[in-house]
């Protein structure tokens, strides 16, 4: 397995890992080929993005991507999506993705690094194990304008 920054081409190529990985538990998630891939290229096209595949035989197995947010204590980066096929879950890849992003971001002068994720279970779990921690003062809110 290669572990490297990707470019925009290849990120593109990981919408069939969002529809894989998300649909399997814990998310349950029902993504679309199409849907995916413009989540893909949503992140690809913000300015000064980031992003790190997991490549074997040349196609890509798990990646993350993180985009800049600044904020009055400096400029963070923030991962929206990091994902791995199922079938390749479980064997220090996305961990390894996390820590090559952490170094791409730290080499490009983020300060830290954030991300959004379930508050209990195996994804809290995991993302703890990788040294987040869960901020105390902030919470999610979220409302449907439909």
Known sequence: MIFERINADLALKAAAIIVQAYAEPPWNEKWNLDGAATRLLELSNTPGWLGVGALEDRAIRGFAIGH?????????????????????????????????????????GFKSTWLLSQKEGGAAEYYKACGYKQDQNLRVYARSIR
């Open 68 to 108: 800049p947010y600044t904020s009055a204590s400096g400029t963070g980066l923030y991962i929206p999506e990091i994902a791995v096929l199922p079938q390749y879950q479980r064997r220090g890849i996305g961990t390894q993705l996390l820590k090559l992003l952490e170094e791409e971001a730290r080499k490009c």
